[in-house]
């Protein structure tokens, strides 16, 4: 199907565990990003990329880890979890052609760290 | 940097009441503004959107005027359903910063029968 997939929807962990969240979008947009959702703190850019093997840190990088080696995927690494990051994580892109900058969110990653 | 300041929530409307949701920014050059819907359990979708100053941007009723004299985007609707029920994110884009958006904190619609 056409859009943008995360997987898996939830996820519990424990400390100190790594976790991947995957994100596939199918249009070819040149730009990626992850937020992460916390009450009290709107959306909040983790990391961010303008296109394969480009990447750069957003406002709050520290314990993520990202790649981008094909377009359409961008994974999110959490190397070591721990209890500040449980939290619903969004992955989102956008075409860089377009001028109006819409972003195409996916359905999000609901992580818990116990 | 660019900025977003929109209305804390929670808020909670009757059926059928007039809903405003304010957001203002703050922002170099000449930004795209956008409202995002988040429905419960769900991603966030675009409302609606303007990219130029007196653009009107309206969908399922929502609507919202660019007013670059005042910096603001502020979200309306004349009668509202419980279905609005959801939180509604006022957020900007710019040509250029890398395709970054910046958004609001978001504010908690619920509309009681």
């Known amino acids: 199907d056409a859009g943008i997939t995360q997987s898996p929807r939830y996820k519990i962990t424990e400390t100190g565990r790594q976790v991947t969240l995957m994100c596939h979008q199918t249009?070819?947009?040149?730009?990626m990003f992850w937020y992460r959702q916390d009450l009290g703190h709107g959306l909040r850019l983790i990391y961010y990329s303008a296109a394969a093997d480009i990447t750069d840190k957003g406002e709050v990088p520290d314990g993520y880890v990202v790649s981008r080696s094909k377009t359409e995927n961008f994974p999110l690494t959490l190397e070591s979890a721990t209890r500040s990051q449980t939290s619903v994580y969004f992955c989102a892109s956008r075409d860089r052609v377009s001028n109006t900058g819409e972003l195409f969110f996916g359905e999000g990653s609901r992580l818990t760290v116990l | 940097g660019d900025s977003v300041t929109q209305m804390e929530g929670p808020v909670t409307l009757s059926e059928e009441a007039f809903l405003t949701i304010n957001c203002t920014y703050t922002a170099t050059g000449y930004p795209s503004l956008f409202w995002y819907v988040q429905y419960p359990g769900e991603g966030l979708q675009l409302l609606l959107k303007?990219?130029?100053?007196?653009d009107k941007g309206s969908n399922k009723g929502f609507e919202a005027t660019y007013r670059k004299e005042t910096t603001s985007f502020h979200l309306e609707k004349g009668s509202v359903q419980v279905s609005d029920s959801a939180v509604y994110f006022c957020?900007?884009?710019?040509?250029?910063?890398?395709?970054?958006?910046?958004f609001g904190d978001g504010t908690t619609l619920t509309v009681k029968p």
């Open positions: 249009w070819s947009h040149s730009y």
């Open positions: 303007a990219t130029k100053a007196d």
């Open positions: 957020a900007l884009s710019q040509g250029t910063n890398a395709g970054k958006s910046t």
